[in-house]
């Protein structure tokens, strides 16, 4: 049996706590129960960060996308959805992927990671953060109570794998959209957690930097959005490991408002 101190050391925070001469607050729960109830909203969590400015979302945000494509997406059942998403060409990221991923769990899940893109493991394996990035995703998962594959869905921005690992572009993200749209209507979110810049733009519309947008609940129509560091990000920089485990205390408490797993026991 794995204790909580298993987990900060796997996520290399283990340490920085003991330095720190504390530890967290918030344990992880002995047990995961999900108790469903229709979410709740609320715009704001009890920071004294300032709201996101409005001008932010327009750039990203006026990109068109084939209407009728969107329409015919927005009506499919799950296996209709991996079906469609398996065959789509819909842009130039269909040419060199191995296979689409689609997205790892159970729908619906209370619980929704959104990451940027495949990576060559993903594209290889066919399931999103499987490599170096996805354990310690793993990690971060486990020390907060959630574990992947049960309560929680992990997806990503763009399904195909971009060439050399590079950021997707707007457009490639646009054209995926109708994909993760609907892949999200179906998943039925209370929160969904947004590892990394693309993730948060492509949710919330804002191009704001990372540090105003932690901290902070805003919105994928009416999904609560918290936005976090990628994983791969996290690799490189301790510092940002533990804002990420900030993060992932703040999403808790948020989703505990909302009646879903993560402090019943913590
Ligand atoms: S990234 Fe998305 S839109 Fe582009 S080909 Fe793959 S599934 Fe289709």
């Known amino acids: 049996m794995r204790t909580f101190e298993d987990f900060l050391q796997e996520l290399e925070l ?44 327009a750039a990203v945000t006026s990109i068109t996308i084939d209407p009728a494509r969107a329409a015919r997406i927005a009506t499919m059942d799950w296996a209709e959805l991996k079906a469609e998403t398996a065959a789509c060409t819909a842009c130039g990221l269909c ?22 893109g495949p990576g060559a493991e993903e594209d290889e394996q066919g399931e999103p953060f499987v490599g170096q990035a996805g354990r310690l995703l793993d990690a971060v998962l486990a020390a907060a109570g959630l574990q992947r594959g049960r309560e929680v869905y992990i997806a990503n ?48 519309g804002s191009d704001a930097s990372m540090a105003a947008m932690r901290g902070s609940v805003h919105r994928y129509r009416d999904v609560p959005v918290v936005a976090t560091y990628h994983p791969a990000y996290l690799l490189r920089s301790l510092t940002e490991k533990l804002k990420a485990w900030e993060d992932m205390m703040f999403a808790r408490r948020e989703m505990a408002k909302r009646g879903a797993s993560g402090l019943e026991n913590g």
């Open 14 to 57: 283990l340490d920085t706590f003991q330095q720190l001469g504390r530890m967290p607050d918030e344990k992880v729960p002995s047990a995961i129960v999900v108790v469903p109830k229709v979410a709740g909203h609320e715009e704001r969590a009890g920071n004294n960060r300032p709201p996101l400015q409005a001008a932010k979302t």
């Open 95 to 116: 040419k060199q992927r191995k296979q689409a991923v689609f997205g790892v769990g159970a729908a619906p899940a209370p619980w929704l990671f959104v990451g940027e």
């Open 157 to 204: 921005v763009v399904k195909c794998r971009p060439p050399g690992n590079r950021t997707p572009t707007l457009e490639e993200a646009a054209a995926c959209a109708p994909l993760l749209d609907r892949q999200i209507e179906l998943i039925q979110p209370k929160l969904i957690v947004a590892l990394g810049k693309t993730a948060v733009i492509r949710l919330t």
